[in-house]
């Protein structure tokens, strides 16, 4: 089970998308996960054949354990006897997992026929009521509908002390199997998920806060210019130019990119950007655009466009959710004019963005008004000191003066 | 209502009694429209009352819809309390523009100041053999503009007693009455009077499936009703009466108890009141349907003069009969 958040524990087995015997490779989505915060599909790092599964869907289990084995190209299959035991635990996660696993519900009934049951909303509400099991009961609405009569029915014939079962097919999403949490119960727990990563987070890191006061005339001005040239379909946001701008900076100061892991700064050399979405129903995520640095403003747009698309259908990638390096966020739609943010750990830096207001601007001994964002850096005192986070604040503030180069 | 006097009447009667009440209550409610005042109306509802009531306050109008709805608007922003009635539903599509682009309207563009206590009558619905251009069933139409009434009286009691309540009302009530009920005849309390018009009625209780409707197909419904009884099946007869504001209350209440719903609509279907209907079941009473629920409405052709085509293109007592049935199924 990957560690797909800084504070996941455990994670549910929604789907297997593969089966013992076939052959897989690098990139290729293995299974879906539930974890507290969204549905996430587990890419694999190895190629070679699928050998057998171990965590059967719907069954939650501890980060770190083993979900299946993958026989790598040029090993041989081991005897089945020999299959080692499922491993828990490795050292990456300190504690042991102490969310117990929850006893294996019964699994969800499955129609004795082929194909999907027909059954009236009423005639589910009652079977629900009085326990019935669904795929044992004769339709005799329109269709071979079951009704309520029908299951009301099936209810005096039953034996009595069957315990009662939800018999409601897993609506499909799709194709893929629909996350096993209700909303109401995934949105606690990603409010708890949140708790948990934000109080480490001002636990532990001393953060320190800059701001400036960026002109984006110059920005603005291009970006209409360049949007008149363009489709609808196909223009830019003005995010999509500052998510850029910090990925730049983020390459010219390099102490703001990268976790803070074991006592140490730990640099990386690719810029992975974070993007915080909020979703409708509250809580946020904040996935990352890899390589964000090496993108053109129209592949980071088609990147953003289909990221905020998979967040709120809650389908996400395993690397989207771990890699981010640095994370931005950007209150300005809501009227925000300064975000003071909190670091996602372990990263060491945020990067918010308020609104474009006009604002009175002095240049060159003239007043005019100008659109002016405030942009301001939260960053973790034990991996850069404020001389870096300045210079890293005008480097923003420079890319974004040079619209035509990002 | 047992021991109350009743009349033998036809519903045409009943309105000629609504309006002439109106006229010696109200010295502001006059009549217009083609034909209503020499000739007595189209119908025959205004029969008479030019001799009791004068040239004044019955007055013919030219032929043109447009002109006299609008001089109604003027007339209730002044002051008076106009029945206007347009000889059939297809004509008021001259109208259109004043009845939705002013009369429902003004009151909101105004600020709040202006009110249009105007009622307009006029007839709506098939099966008279008067062809394509005289058998709409518009009245669905009219009940998606905000700033309307539409009312659809079914009964004598209704016919009898929802203008005077329309005439109370300070917005704009379009009254629509299915040419198919002037002739009926009935029972009517001698003192029948105002009704309210926010509600609507179950016409016979039941249990197994809600047949609802309104207007000219209420008599076929409940007919479908009885047949069924004598199947074994127990049909509630919701009649709604009124078509805006739909009273979305009564049509799930309904459903709840029968977990079953039928429509039956003279408009056409797509994007009917029948399709309205259905949605509002679907979205307040989702969970209580034991069967999908269903819809009898005319064909989507424009009515046939044949009277066998015209009957098939209509609905009928019989398909509500099966459909009911059907959908019903298994007896447990």
């Known amino acids: ?256 990119n990268g976790f803070w892991i074991d006592g140490a700064f730990r640099l990386s050399e690719a810029v992975h950007v974070g993007v915080a979405i909020s979703l409708r129903q509250g809580g946020l995520i904040a996935p990352a655009i890899h390589d964000l640095d090496k993108k053109g403003l129209d592949e980071i747009m088609g990147n953003l466009r289909d990221l905020v698309k998979r967040v709120r259908a809650g389908v996400l990638r395993s690397s989207e959710i771990m890699d981010a390096t640095i994370t931005v966020t950007s209150l300005g739609d809501q009227g925000v004019e300064t975000v003071f943010g909190i670091i996602y750990p372990p990263q060491v830096a945020l990067v918010g963005f308020g609104k474009i207001s006009e604002h009175p601007w002095a240049a060159n001994g003239m007043i005019g008004t100008k659109p002016v964002m405030n942009a301001t850096l939260a960053a973790d005192h034990r991996a850069s000191d404020g001389h870096r986070g300045a210079l890293f604040l005008a480097a923003i503030d420079r890319h974004l003066q040079e619209p035509e180069k990002l | 209502m047992a021991g109350t006097k009743t009349v033998r009447i036809t519903y045409r009667e009943a309105i000629r009694q609504a309006i002439r009440e109106a006229l010696q209550r109200d010295p ?106 005289h058998s709409h069933s518009l009245e669905g139409w009219y009940a998606h503009i905000p700033g309307l009434k539409i009312l659809t009286p079914a009964t004598l009691e209704d016919g009898r007693g929802m203008l005077w309540t329309a005439l109370q009302d300070p917005d704009p009530v379009l009254i629509f009455e299915h040419g198919g009920l002037y002739n009926v005849e009935g029972e009517l309390a001698s003192d029948a009077g105002a009704v309210e018009i926010e509600k609507a009625m179950v016409r016979k209780s039941g249990t197994d499936v809600s047949l609802i409707t309104y207007g000219g197909t209420l008599g076929k419904t409940l007919r479908a009703a009885e047949e069924l009884a004598g199947m074994g099946v127990s049909a509630e007869v919701l009649d709604l009466r009124t078509l805006r504001p739909l009273d979305a209350e009564a049509i799930v209440d309904s459903v709840t108890r029968t977990h079953r719903a039928v429509i039956i609509d003279e408009g056409w279907r797509s994007g009917s009141i029948s399709a309205e209907i259905s949605a509002r079941i679907m979205e307040n009473a989702f969970y209580e349907l034991d069967s999908p629920v269903a819809r009898i409405c005319a064909a989507e052709v424009p009515m046939p003069y044949a009277k066998h085509l015209e009957d098939a293109a209509l609905p009928q007592v019989a398909t509500i009969v099966e459909t009911a049935r059907e959908m019903v199924g298994e007896r447990g």
């Open chain 1, 1 to 256: 089970m990957p560690l797909l958040g800084a504070d996941m524990e455990a994670g549910t087995i929604v789907q297997w998308l593969k089966k013992p015997g076939d052959a897989v490779k690098r990139g290729d989505i293995i299974a879906v996960i539930d974890t507290e915060k969204a549905t996430i599909e587990v890419e694999l790092f190895e190629t070679g054949t699928l050998q057998s599964i171990i965590v059967p869907e719907g069954e939650k289990v501890p980060v770190g354990t083993v979900l299946a084995l993958i026989r790598t190209d040029g090993e041989v299959a081991p005897p089945a006897e020999a299959r080692p035991q499922v491993a828990v635990a490795p050292a990456r996660v300190a504690p042991a997992p102490t969310i117990p696993v929850r006893p294996k519900q019964p699994p969800p009934v499955t129609p004795a026929v082929p194909g999907r049951l027909r059954v009236s909303p009423l005639a589910v509400r009652v079977a629900i009521e009085l326990g019935v099991d669904l795929s044992t009961v004769r339709g005799t609405g329109q269709g071979a509908a079951i009704t309520a009569a029908d299951v009301q029915r099936a209810a005096k014939v039953a034996i009595p002390e069957k315990p009662p079962s939800v018999p409601v097919e897993v609506p499909e999403v799709k194709g893929r199997r629909a996350p096993t949490m209700s909303p109401a119960e995934r949105h606690a727990a990603m409010r708890k998920a949140i708790a948990a990563a934000m109080a480490r987070s001002k636990r532990e890191i001393p953060h320190y806060y800059l701001g400036t006061w960026i002109n984006l005339s110059r920005a603005m001005a291009w970006l209409e210019a360049e949007n008149l040239k363009r489709p609808v379909t196909e223009r830019l946001l003005y995010s999509v130019m500052l998510l850029k701008a910090v990925a730049l900076a983020s390459r010219e100061i390099p102490d703001l």
């Open chain 2, 28 to 133: 502001r409610v006059f009549l217009m429209g083609e034909d209503v005042g020499r000739y007595g109306g189209c119908f025959a509802v205004s029969k008479g009352l030019l001799d009791e009531f004068g040239p004044e306050r019955i007055r013919d109008t030219p032929l043109s819809e447009s002109a006299f709805v609008g001089a109604g608007i003027g007339a209730a922003l002044g002051g008076m309390r106009p029945i206007v009635e347009i000889m059939t539903v297809n004509f008021s599509l001259l109208a259109l523009d004043q009845i939705m682009n002013n009369a429902a309207t003004i009151l909101h563009m105004s600020g709040g100041q202006f009110n249009i206590p105007l009622v307009i009558r006029t007839t709506t619905g098939a099966g008279r053999q008067v062809a394509a251009q």
